[in-house]
């Protein structure tokens, strides 16, 4: 059993770095600066199950917290308000560096292979800076990748606003 860990360990380390050199699309990466030190925004961050609290695109969230090598189990919000569907996901976490950072891959849809990650950075003076970023390559992501494209962006996006959100919640905890 464990060298069939180790073999998927390492065809998924192959994959990854095969998707880190695709030219199949830029990233879609963003980040924002916040007036919370970087340890406070990684306590509200790691409780993924109340990330729909603050992040938009998220719809609910399985996971009570952050767990390398555990599967993360969530839905989507529509990428407009008008469409009429949520999307379920799931994906391996396949990084976690407390504090810091979260990256999972996203392998469940056939042909089609991403990573997402999440970081935070300590900025000095009580700040940090909180960033989202995503790749993908594959057929199945080449078939549909405007709408890719589009998702990615609505995430990102939602995420840095959401980010932006927990400054109100810090203050308000804080005082």
């Known amino acids: 059993m464990d060298e069939q860990i180790a073999d ?3 065809v998924n380390a192959r994959k990854r770095r095969k998707l880190l050199d695709s030219d199949e699309m830029k990233p879609v990466e963003g980040t924002v600066d916040l007036n ?3 340890g406070d925004l990684w306590e509200f961050f790691e409780q993924s199950h ?3 609290e603050w992040n938009p695109c998220f719809f609910w969230v399985m996971n009570r917290r952050l767990q390398a090598g555990r599967q993360l189990i969530w839905a989507f919000q529509p990428i407009r308000r008008w469409y009429l569907y949520k999307m379920p996901a799931i994906a391996r976490i396949v990084e976690l560096i407390p504090a810091r950072r979260v990256t999972w891959e996203v392998s469940a849809l056939p042909g089609f292979y991403a990573l997402h ?3 935070v950075e300590e900025r000095g003076a009580n700040q940090s800076r909180f960033g989202s970023w ?5 057929w199945g992501f080449r078939l549909m990748k405007p709408f890719w494209i589009a998702h990615f962006t609505f995430v990102k996006d939602a995420s840095l ?3 932006q959100s927990l400054e109100s ?3 308000n905890r804080t005082r």
Do not use: H, N
């Open 134 to 138: 995503e790749k993908a390559m594959g």
């Open 117 to 119: 990650a999440y970081t």
């Open 50 to 52: 109340r990330w729909p």
């Open 8 to 10: 998927t360990d390492l």
């Open 36 to 38: 919370i030190p970087a």
């Open 161 to 163: 606003k959401g980010a």
């Open 169 to 171: 919640e810090y203050r």
